[in-house]
């Protein structure tokens, strides 16, 4: 019994080790986008669920969704049918997929960058609230980029994604990526 008792004091000890803190990084997360991330992000502020549910409630920001978007199979034979998977995202979100990357094509910088202006009215001072899925690096990264290369002020990321949003219940609603690079017009 006091085998079992040592065991599991020592197992309480080892359990802060395996869930250390992942430190924000220098620069964009380059590979790897699916991984537990930071939580912080240098200019920006994070937000929990109920953060997000009352910035999403007011109104007051604009929601910035930039899961990335699936690529048609390439090895699908001719005249089939391929059918993307709906995209159930925070009602009233804006879709820009591909944004996340560590590293933007020229064409996807500047999709960003003008939808960015569209989504805000090029107020850089328009709270922008960026997010995807749980665990992924690709709204860190858009997040980033919104606030280093962009000038963005109020820059609001919520790392929980919609994996978060509809575990707590909120509603979701399909929704359509913003025509441009990477959205197959």
Known sequence: MMRVAAFASLLMLAVPSIAETVPEPDSYRMEQYRAPVPN??????????????????????VFIDVLPRAPKPAELPKGTVWREQPRLSIPGAIWLPNVGY????????????????????????????????????????????AVTELGYKQVYWFPDGTDGWDNANYPTEVISPVPGFGARD
């Open 102 to 145: 560590g590293q933007l094509a020229q064409a996807s910088a500047g999709y960003f960058e003008t939808e960015m202006a569209q989504a805000t009215n090029s107020d850089l001072n328009a709270p922008v609230v960026f997010f995807c899925l749980s665990e992924c690096w690709m709204s860190w990264n858009a997040a980033k980029r």
């Open 40 to 61: 912080t992000l240098t200019g920006a502020t994070v937000v929990d669920i109920d953060a997000a549910h009352v910035l999403w409630s007011t109104g007051h920001a």
